[in-house]
């Protein structure tokens, strides 16, 4: 075994009285909620960008992380540095799957053919690390953004030369992640979108996205990969405005283009709230369409206008999505990736610990205060009790399409005033709160 | 003629030099731009709640608008004075259409009967006036939301008698629409949303919001009224959520269920900012889906977050919405409806008049320099040049299906590093703004 | 005793387990924290405008709210029944304060003397209430925003006029608070502020303010009110710029004007978030500058940008409001004000009872963890740690003013590059979180 | 002369019908407008960090920016190389102004004797490209940000070792700036500003930004140096909260700790509006206390919650700067400082020329506009006019202290309910827009 954190032992579960911050006090792998694991419930991934790529960086100024694993160079010796330090880290902290970008193992070099072969070598790498501490791949996908030839979008750019380097990008991609057993693969849209409209034709580049993705969907059939596929819903940031803009607008995409069979989304907190949504309606909205595939567990800040890949530390949020999750029945082969970064002060090696530590517990509180939610009922019962007068012959005839607007007329006239209800807002929030504990 | 606004003149088109403010400056309605007079093009409508009964009043205090016509009652008399100074109003400002809510003009009465008794006689005198003076109704609608029945929504209401009296209320709403010739008939969100998730079940209200729209096309085919039908993006405001969020999201509702053909979409420049989208964004996302329709010419302000319907001043903007209005080559049926308020502080009569003359004369000076970028292709032909790469063999095969992954990977590699292009963005703004004068 | 809510009983605390709505599951009125009954600490003031006058109108519909004391009348009685029915409520609700604008129980009548005349029958029933049943005056203020002789302001309206009917208005405010035993006096900015700079002069305006305000202090002089004055910041609404923003505002405005000394601060939630600032911020801001007084305990939603006036529910907000009320040992003669509202939605009088229960123990629990956190110090530690190399002969030496840039040049080139700490943002948002149960 | 810009010759002034893009369609330095030529008036700078280092990377990419004069070193030469491009720029472009960090022309060594070596040979260079062509350094500042030792801030650091680093760092920058006979010296807040409250002491670290300052004043005095000193308004980012949110907060700051004879204000568009100000409200707002120093001459965009820097094209912004700025008689030493990036499309040498050219155009617009509307008179008329009800006795009586609220009571009762005139706002829009040409 690797030892690049040396001072710092396994997480173990400690309970909720621990004051060692290095322990968890909530999340217990092995304990069961509604007849599973908190292990098979939360599938909790790690990204590695944000854990071992990310210098903790800022527009205004240079990265404060400090890696002591890594030497900056492209070399295959730090590449393979960086992939132990992740699954030394992924060991001690219990988390089973983790999620990569193609650049993120395998920085660009001055080939394609030289790039692909980088990239095969470190495929290579984390196989055999997956493999020996038996963690699994939740998702691969390709950065389409980071290099200049993106500057104007990847399958939406306007040159046709860029569309080419794109697929070929993400063929490699799709078979690195199908190499590795990947439960999924998901096309965030990066570039995709536009910073002015006074330069771009934006019904042409939608229809060039949506050719991009069937050209995907036809090299996952021939070649046999069986991982979901996944959009991103995403409003702004790094562009103007993203074709992805939100649940929606992909369910719209998807649609229209006819590959709502074909993709599922992966819906992240942070992407939901800077689209002025709520995550649980993102969520929910996903979930009704049939979906809802795999989450991206971080938060914003509510005064802050760009993307924070803040970890997750709202108990409150925690509980609504687990309770989208519990209702239904897991998320599959999707999972609780951790797109967050620790704050640009927290550049000490300790602090990916604490940060994880942070999120996972808050998952598994919000996990175990779901269930107790649903165990419970008041809440569930409060929704359903609200439509009761739609169990009725003329609420039947409605949802049939037995009912004339003329027909409805006449009830109406003849019942006169309806007997209001209130909707009981303020009590369901407070129960709400009862179960904050 | 009546004279409820016996010291204002009807407004005379003066010319650009003129310092008379109860003058239009650009607006010469019988002036012709890409050989359609600004009559034609432009469409004005005005909004008879805003204008007629719109006191001004906010959330903090009292109305403050002067009417002298109106003595506050309900009688027919009085309902007869408001439509008479409406008509002299339209008639003193050349504006050739208008638009109404049922309640505007019929208030609400102790029976359905006696409403829909009063409705008729209100119908009539609209009809009266409007054929008098050669006015139109652009289109018709129904106030869904201020009464506390509708406190859950209407078609969404969790009461299932609710939902039947906005059934009835619509039917009348469609007939009156339909008895006075007009163009079209909008459903505006209103309620249809919710004020938190924790007490609302989202799919079972879509479902019903669909439900009702298919209705009430299967009620315009029956009676053959030959106007739009319309629906109304808004993200919030009254609810927190509204159904309707955007234009993207009213797409994804019409596709699923099955509407699409039926429906085109009433597009407000306030409620796409209060979705952080432009309003360019907006129009051309509907355009290019071919739901365009009509829009609701106002603006917001950009540091307020509720829906603040102001007056159109911003001369930019006007000439994005006619640019698109002109690559349409017109809205049709639709048209430019000022749905918007004077503020609190201009409460005299004579600022009805000067508010709309600020926006007519800004959106007549938009057609204008739309109409001069448009000839001038400057701007055009930029956009079209940067996707010249597309016209192209390999352009062509991957347009047609014919390519897969594989095959643009080996191009990308044959080619190498493409080269890449500046997307001149500030070049093309100075040049747009060279058109402002 | 009035019987105006007959089928509500006296809430009665239950404990945390109980899951009768009706009940303070952890408002516990004589249980002690640090040395002092809940109901000390909490001091919680009921808002007579939304409690009783507040009809849950918005600017899309009318009033919903069931109110079957109210006959919708200016008559004595049914001022009387209003009053009576508030003290019932703040009775069974165990709510020791309340507050009031002076139109509140005294609609402006005719003339000005038959105004006052209203207005001092009206505060002598509330004298005999409160009395009766023990209840103290948290707060009067006038409304200075509803009348449309305000539309333009009130002490910055453009007419001398108006300044003086406000002049006159507040003294009669004051007087009334007086007479009550009043806690203190609130001037909130109401229509303070400017529509739009093109027919405003903000310095003008702002210069107005500050000669009213030196008015209202030389009156309270020699009325000898010993009660606090209030200013409360706000950033917009109903006004599209209010001139008193936020703390800073405020502070630059009374330290502009001399006036420090004279004022204190009533900070709402929703005010601050509306600003893009943290409640906590907000509060910390003002409590370092001395002038932290009174507070408005309500919040707003995330994703809307006007002032929802919601009921406090977020436990973690209660926190970090309660630990800044304790580091300060309590806020004196201020209290937490429910400037809140139901929703819409919950018309019915329980939901009044519901809403204010929500709050009520939202703030409970607020409390027993600030305090919970104090006691544990971890977190106080943590942040003062921080700071520890300025507790050195350097850090004395520049604190002191007997430094210069050239010494502090010498020392840097001495020492080199710093030894830099993480600042431990996610452990100890973790740590935070272990405390909310 | 360098010639690195050899296909782009120097900018000329063609007129408004002029379809060249590389030419001045407005902006004619030496046209006269109040008596003052044009370039008098804008006092144009150009900000090296953006136009001569910022690569257009982002959060999500790598550099686009094409830059043949760089070759991405240290090393002198590449510095000098740099410095010429700049003079080359400026000139071509007829700016006569420029603005610069000490780490934009002197990135840091290993030693700091070695980093303040290769500054003063940097300052040799500026000083001979200068005064060759003319330049002018309108302001200096000092990068606080950039190097991880300011990860929790310079002057408001947890370690007092760094505070004397900054301190040293400013020091330096000071010395060059006045040995460049620059016309300012900015303190620009940088990471002066908390990421979160849980870990962090706010007054201690406000009182730590005042010490700061006071030293550098003391340090001026000392050396003579006359330029002005500024502060900067900005509410965040990088940090979550900067110190220095808007122009109120920063005048709070500056009378608290009684420096507001010692600093004036350099005001960002783009900080403004995310600080939810307009431009025109926060110059104002310093003009007002006589501390509008210096502008950032940039625009934001209306959806991005960011920093975009956008080059100014907003021709009505331009307008109403311009409008304060003459009020003012000119910014004396201060200027309009472009702090202002390309769009990361737009990497291409020339389009540094489009977008200053854009920028240049819009303020030179801006300002015959301005003087337009301030010969005509119309707009400043219609404001003065609206207080005409104050210039009585009366309205003297209350400005000059002598009157109570009694007396106001007693005049309200016998005026009775004032005669309220319009705001008359939209009326006002309207003849704005028509000086738009």
Chains 1, 2, 3, 4 share one sequence.
């Not at 979108?193 to 050209?215: C, K, V």
């Not at 790094?238 to 998807?254: E, M």
């Not at 989208?324 to 990916?352: I, T, W």
Request: with cysteine.
């Amino acid at each position: 075994m690797t030892d690049f954190f040396p001072d710092i032992p396994s997480i173990p579960f400690e309970g909720s009285d621990s004051t060692n911050p290095l322990s968890f006090r909530h999340y217990d792998a092995e304990a069961v909620v509604e007849g599973r694991t908190m292990r098979d419930h939360l599938r909790f991934a790690c990204a590695f960008w944000h854990t071992m790529r990310n210098d903790l960086s800022d527009p205004f100024g240079s990265g404060t992380a400090v890696m002591p694993w890594d030497d900056g160079s492209s070399s295959i010796e730090n590449i393979e540095r960086r992939i132990n330090a992740f699954f030394e880290f992924l060991d001690k902290m219990s988390i089973d799957h983790y999620c990569f970008h193609d650049r993120d193992v395998a920085p660009e070099a001055d080939t394609i053919d030289e790039t692909n072969r980088i990239l095969d070598q470190a495929v290579g790498i984390l196989e055999r690390r997956q493999d020996e501490l038996g963690k699994q791949l939740l998702w691969g996908t390709a950065c389409l953004f980071d290099h200049p030839r993106y500057v104007h979008g990847a399958a939406t750019s306007t040159s046709v030369d860029v569309f080419a380097h794109a697929a070929g990008q993400v063929r490699r991609a799709i078979d690195a992640t199908h190499h590795l057993g990947g439960a999924g693969y998901v096309f965030w849209g990066g570039r995709e979108g536009y910073s002015s409209l006074i330069n771009t034709d934006m019904p042409r580049e939608r229809a060039q996205l949506a050719r991009f993705l069937e050209m995907a969907v036809d090299y996952r059939r021939r070649i046999g990969f069986e991982g979901r596929f996944y959009i991103e819903p995403k409003p702004k940031e790094p562009t103007t405005h993203q074709y992805d803009f939100d649940v929606a607008t992909c369910l719209n995409f998807l649609r229209e283009f006819d590959l709502l069979d074909e993709f599922m989304l992966n819906i992240e907190t942070n992407h939901a709230t800077l689209a002025a949504h709520s995550m649980e309606h993102e969520l929910r909205s996903a979930a009704a369409a049939g979906v809802l595939g795999s989450i991206d567990a971080n938060m914003g800040h509510p005064h802050l206008g760009w993307d924070t890949d803040h970890f997750p530390t709202d108990l409150a949020l925690a509980v609504r999505v687990m309770k989208v999750v519990l209702e239904l029945d897991g998320l599959g082969q999707g999972g609780l990736n951790f797109d967050a970064k620790r704050r640009r002060g927290s550049f000490e090696p300790v602090d990916l610990f604490h940060a994880h530590i942070a999120g996972m517990d808050t998952f598994a509180r919000g996990l175990k205060i779901a269930a107790a939610i649903r165990s419970d009922r008041r809440l569930d019962d409060a929704i359903q009790s609200r439509y009761r007068s739609w169990d009725s012959k003329l609420g039947d005839s409605i949802q049939s399409g037995q009912c004339t607007l003329e027909d409805l007329e006449r009830h109406a006239s003849q019942i006169g005033e309806p007997i209001m209800e209130s909707g009981r807002e303020e009590m369901l929030a407070s129960i709400f709160n009862d179960f904050l504990r």
